[in-house]
């Protein structure tokens, strides 16, 4: 997801693994950028993906709502992911859906369907820092991170959890993000992200994910189980759960055009 949410949802980032550990000569950024590149090689291939999710929300005072989504994913070659997401329960979010195409250098394209109006709404650039359906994910979160997307800079390696990992700063290339940069904390044996601090536009800390529970399929592709975003200015929170993760189910660019937000059910 990360290369999506974020996946998707969360989203949630060639060279070989061995040039990750380069010489010391190498200017951070090169060294930031190896990083980067190699994360994507490796999450590369997939084709399509399915998951269900659970979405839990919690504002100041720790009361909690919870969301039930289901997700679908297409890699495209040569440019970003195509996702949509459904909102199975509760019933005042029944049939809501989201829609996002991804790019790599332009702004990306994202829709939203909204039942009770029967409409579809696009999300203009300007707004994709403004919040998820109430959760502490942005809508420019929701977008697969594409390398082109970033500036990066290697800051260090260091344990996280008992991790060995690569702490990397990465710095929005694209127009009317929410963020000035980010800190990532990418897993040496994964290459998937542990943690990432989002600095608002005025460089305080605005957001913390977490990303835990990772299981490897196909034999090569790793999926977390559990995403964990801690808004740090307003103390609300938001928690992905990840279940029934799917590949390559025959998913077709027709399961992502705009009719589609409108047949999800």
């Known amino acids: 997801m990360i290369k999506r949410l974020l996946l998707t949802f969360l989203p949630g980032l060639l060279v070989l693994p061995a040039l990750a550990a380069t010489t010391e000569a190498e200017s951070p950024e090169a060294r930031g950028l190896a990083i980067a590149q190699e994360a994507d090689r490796r999450d590369s291939g997939w084709g399509d993906q399915t998951a269900d999710m659970k979405m839990i929300l919690r504002n100041r005072q720790g009361e909690e709502s919870t969301r039930e989504l289901r997700t679908r994913t297409l890699e495209v070659e040569g440019d970003g992911d195509k996702s949509l997401t459904v909102f199975d329960h509760p019933r005042d979010v029944k049939g809501t859906a989201f829609l996002s195409y991804s790019h790599a250098t332009r ?3 994202q829709w939203l369907y909204l039942p009770a109006l029967k409409r579809v709404k696009r999300i203009a650039s300007k707004n994709k820092s403004g919040p998820f359906m109430g959760s502490e994910f942005a809508y420019e979160d929701l977008s697969s991170q594409e390398v082109a997307k970033y500036s990066y800079r290697f800051l260090r390696e260091e ?23 980010q800190v990532v904390w990418i897993d040496q044996e994964m290459y998937q992200p542990l943690k990432i601090e989002f600095y608002d536009r005025k460089n305080s800390l605005l957001k913390t994910l977490t990303v835990s529970g990772y299981r490897q399929y196909l034999g090569r592709y790793w999926r977390p189980d559990r995403m ?21 189910t025959g998913l077709t660019d027709r399961d992502f055009d705009r009719n589609a937000l409108k047949r999800a059910r």
């Open 107 to 109: 702004p990306d394209d």
């Open 159 to 181: 344990e996280l959890d008992g991790r060995p990992t690569f702490v990397i700063e990465r710095y929005p290339q694209y127009e009317h993000s929410g963020y000035t940069r």
């Open 228 to 248: 964990d975003m801690v808004n740090h200015q307003t103390g609300k929170s938001t928690t992905l759960l990840w279940s029934n993760y799917r590949f390559r």
